[in-house]
């Protein structure tokens, strides 16, 4: 668990990374001593903007330290999100940042391992691939057999696709600007 510091810092962290990017200047470089947020770990960063989806991009893998994968995702997330036009100069301090710290990923052979509310799905069949956070399910009140179907649609395939896929689940520890 992210100390109420730590937590402060990476959304400060990310919301310095949006607003130099849309100022055209170059991303702050920061330099963290703390041992937890230079650890590699996965993350993704969420835009909601009046309670509504605005961005939401992340890396699985802990391929970088956690404060940079957590810089990188939010300037993804309110750039580069294929859904959504870039985020604007008026809309940025509309935004609210949340901010997901992922677990290692662990691949299962059964669903029934799947607990709603505490595991994120990675879904993988072919070249599709999709990713639901933890919290997504239980903001739609979804059992985990929907939560699956949902996965799938995401990975760009059919419901139920899950039955002959691989399956990854993890949690994360989830925070934003407004629970802060």
Same mark, same amino acid.
């Given at each position: 668990?992210?100390?109420?510091?730590?937590?402060?810092? %990476?959304?400060? /962290?990310?919301?310095?990374?949006?607003?130099?990017?849309?100022?055209?200047?170059? #991303?702050?470089?920061?330099?963290?001593?703390?041992?937890?947020?230079?650890?590699?770990?996965?993350?993704?960063?969420? !835009?909601?903007?009046?309670?509504?989806?605005?961005?939401?991009?992340?890396?699985?893998?802990?391929?970088?330290?956690?404060?940079?994968?957590?810089?990188?995702?939010?300037?993804?997330?309110?750039?580069?999100?294929?859904?959504?036009?870039?985020?604007?100069?008026?809309?940025?301090?509309? /935004?609210? /940042?949340? #901010?997901?710290? %992922?677990?290692?990923?662990?691949?299962?052979?059964?669903?029934?391992?799947?607990?709603?509310?505490?595991?994120?799905?990675? !879904?993988?069949?072919?070249?599709?691939?999709?990713?639901? !956070?933890?919290?997504?399910?239980?903001?739609?009140?979804?059992?985990?057999?929907?939560?699956?179907?949902?996965?799938? !649609?995401?990975?760009? %395939?059919?419901?139920?696709?899950?039955?002959?896929?691989? #399956?990854?689940?993890?949690?994360?520890?989830?925070?934003?600007?407004?629970? /802060?």
């Amino acid at each position: 668990m992210l100390t109420l510091e730590q937590r402060r810092l %990476l959304l400060n /962290i990310a919301r310095d990374a949006i607003k130099a990017h849309l100022e055209n200047k170059s #991303i702050p470089k920061i330099e963290v001593k703390d041992e937890i947020l230079r650890r590699p770990c996965g993350a993704f960063v969420t !835009l909601n903007k009046s309670g509504q989806l605005r961005g939401c991009i992340g890396s699985l893998y802990g391929e970088r330290p956690l404060y940079l994968t957590v810089q990188e995702m939010a300037i993804e997330a309110a750039f580069h999100d294929p859904r959504f036009p870039p985020l604007s100069k008026v809309e940025f301090p509309l /935004i609210e /940042i949340e #901010i997901s710290v %992922l677990s290692p990923l662990r691949r299962i052979k059964d669903p029934e391992e799947i607990e709603v509310g505490r595991d994120g799905i990675y !879904l993988v069949k072919g070249i599709n691939r999709g990713v639901l !956070l933890p919290q997504v399910a239980t903001e739609y009140k979804w059992d985990k057999y929907t939560f699956l179907d949902h996965t799938c !649609l995401k990975a760009g %395939l059919a419901p139920g696709c899950w039955r002959e896929a691989e #399956i990854y689940i993890f949690s994360a520890e989830v925070f934003s600007e407004k629970g /802060i």
